[in-house]
């Protein structure tokens, strides 16, 4: 991820957080982004958290966390 990718905000409200990023790092459905998957990952396993939106100087991103893209052992 680009280093000049800055946080300007984040919340949580009714399971889903926001998070306010000063500029575009990409979209995750088709760039396959590995950055955004962690971000999204991690995020949703706080308790309650079912969806993270990430909005960016582009846009507004809706993610749902997706347990299929990482393959890890079930021990």
């Known amino acids: 991820m680009d280093s000049n990718v800055k946080l300007k905000f984040i919340k949580k409200e ?3 957080v926001y998070i306010k990023l000063n500029r575009e790092i990409g979209d995750m459905n088709k760039d396959k982004n590995l950055p955004l998957y962690s971000i999204v990952n991690t995020i949703t396993e706080v308790p309650k958290v079912e969806k993270v939106v990430i ?10 966390r997706n347990r299929s893209v990482l393959k890890r052992e079930k021990t």
């Open 14 to 16: 009714s399971g889903i």
């Open 55 to 64: 909005r960016t100087n582009k846009g507004e991103y809706s993610y749902n």
